[in-house]
């Protein structure tokens, strides 16, 4: 994926990794599955870097669980703060 700055660009690919999560939350119950994804994962899935996961713990944006030196990340909370932070740019015609 290329690097862009369109802001258009940008919401459109939030607005996809939106539905995208909220489609596993919604056809699958906790039990069916993964709840608790790995750093790996969760770069891989919101498609950052490691060093952008590391900001998004470091200064609070990103809840986590670190278990010995493991660090879990609840797909609850991914969901919720790609909500939180949904910003709708789009003009009425």
Known sequence: M?????????QD????????IKKIVSTQTTSEFKRYLKST???????????TL???RKNGTLP???IGGMIYY???DIQNVMD?????????P
Request: hydrophobic fraction near 30%.
């Open 41 to 51: 994962e969760v770069m891989s899935l919101l498609q950052v870097s490691s060093g």
């Open 64 to 66: 986590y669980t670190k």
């Open 84 to 92: 939180e932070n949904r910003v709708d740019q789009r003009s009425d």
């Open 13 to 20: 690919f939030k607005e996809e990794m939106i539905k995208e």
């Open 74 to 76: 609840d797909i609850v």
């Open 54 to 56: 590391q900001n998004l």
């Open 2 to 10: 290329g690097k862009t700055n369109d802001p258009d660009d940008l």
